[in-house]
Structure formats: structure tokens, C-alpha cells
């Protein structure tokens, strides 16, 4: 796991450099967990890119520590992959949906992540009609991506039955 080599947990900002666009965009705090959780979690081994590909552009992710110290790694997001020494490794769903969301803010990705931001904050209210109203909406947002990807329009991959788990726990 990265979070073997990395002090993932130290992390204090992050921000996504873009050198096609000269742009310097921080991730906001709450989202931070995003990126932390994913690259903590990544499994080296089963993550690893067998056939890392140079299609789509690369930007930078700045992961600025509490004592001061920084760690950089280069990011594709046309193939969700994140580069380190040691190789490409693809980065998870989540991750996708976020740094698309802040690098292309006009895209169908972006209004994703959106909406299941939206739908993850009102349900972690407390309020038990919000948090209805979160899990049908996290449970239409997954029936319009399997609409969607079943129909072969993308090649993407998501973690659908992930989400359709969650919503029968929530049920």
C-alpha cells in the first residue's frame, strides 16, 4: 500500500498544477480526502499499469505536508493514472471524478462528481428526510451511469456496484 511509503496522514493541502494551462487550482479541504484515500489505499502490486499509455496530458499534484515538506507526482487524467518512480499506477473512481471535476468543470464527469458530492454531504446531515433524499439521488445518479456504460458509449469503468451496494445497506 502507498500509505507504507508515503506520510499520507500528515497532508496539510493539495493543489493540481496544470502546465498546459498555466493554472494552479487548489483542492478545497473537504474534498482532500479524496485524493488521501485513494492514494493510501492503492495497492502497488494489483494497481500497477502493465501497459502505461502516453495518450491525453499530464498535470502535477502538489501534496504540501504539516512539517513543511512537499510531494509531487504526475497525473493523467485521460487514463487516471498517477506516475511515481517506480512506475504508472490507475488511481480509483473517486479520484477520477474529482480531478476532472476541477480540471474540466463544463464536463458530464464534473456534474457527476457534483452530484455525488451533493449527495454525500446531505447525507451525512442529520436530518433523516435530506438523508433520504441523498440516497435516492446517489441511486438515480448510478442508474443513469449504468445506463449509460452498458450502452457502450464509454470505456470507462466505475465502481456502480459499489454504489448500488451502499444504497442496499441504506435501505
Given at each position: 500500500?502507498?500509505?507504507?511509503?508515503?506520510?499520507?496522514?500528515?497532508?496539510?493541502?493539495?493543489?493540481?498544477?496544470?502546465?498546459?494551462?498555466?493554472?494552479?487550482?487548489?483542492?478545497?479541504?473537504?474534498?482532500q480526502?479524496?485524493?488521501?484515500?485513494?492514494?493510501?489505499?492503492?495497492?502497488?502490486?494489483?494497481?500497477?499499469?502493465?501497459?502505461?499509455?502516453?495518450?491525453?496530458?499530464?498535470?502535477?499534484?502538489?501534496?504540501?505536508?504539516?512539517?513543511?515538506?512537499?510531494?509531487?507526482?504526475?497525473?493523467?487524467?485521460?487514463?487516471?493514472?498517477?506516475?511515481?518512480?517506480?512506475?504508472?499506477?490507475?488511481?480509483?473512481?473517486?479520484?477520477?471524478?474529482?480531478?476532472?471535476?476541477?480540471?474540466?468543470?463544463?464536463?458530464?464527469?464534473?456534474?457527476?462528481?457534483?452530484?455525488?458530492?451533493?449527495?454525500?454531504?446531505?447525507?451525512s446531515?442529520?436530518?433523516?428526510?435530506?438523508?433520504?433524499?441523498?440516497?435516492?439521488?446517489?441511486?438515480?445518479?448510478?442508474?443513469?451511469?449504468?445506463?449509460?456504460?452498458?450502452?457502450?458509449?464509454?470505456?470507462?469503468?466505475?465502481?456502480?456496484?459499489?454504489?448500488f451496494?451502499?444504497?442496499?445497506?441504506?435501505?
Amino acid at each position: 500500500m502507498l500509505k507504507d511509503v508515503w506520510p499520507i496522514d500528515d497532508v496539510s493541502d493539495i493543489f493540481i498544477y496544470n502546465e498546459r494551462t498555466g493554472e494552479k487550482i487548489e483542492i478545497p479541504k473537504e474534498r482532500q480526502y479524496v485524493v488521501t484515500q485513494a492514494l493510501a489505499w492503492t495497492d502497488l502490486d494489483k494497481a500497477r499499469a502493465l501497459k502505461p499509455d502516453d495518450k491525453g496530458y499530464m498535470v502535477t499534484l502538489a501534496l504540501y505536508m504539516q512539517d513543511g515538506k512537499e510531494y509531487g507526482f504526475r497525473y493523467n487524467p485521460v487514463q487516471n493514472t498517477f506516475d511515481l518512480d517506480s512506475g504508472q499506477y490507475y488511481a480509483n473512481d473517486k479520484m477520477l471524478l474529482l480531478l476532472k471535476g476541477l480540471l474540466e468543470p463544463d464536463s458530464r464527469l464534473a456534474e457527476l462528481d457534483r452530484l455525488l458530492e451533493q449527495a454525500r454531504v446531505e447525507y451525512s446531515a442529520d436530518d433523516s428526510a435530506k438523508s433520504t433524499k441523498a440516497s435516492c439521488m446517489i441511486f438515480g445518479v448510478c442508474w443513469w451511469m449504468a445506463a449509460i456504460f452498458t450502452r457502450g458509449k464509454s470505456g470507462l469503468l466505475f465502481s456502480v456496484t459499489y454504489s448500488f451496494i451502499f444504497i442496499m445497506t441504506v435501505w
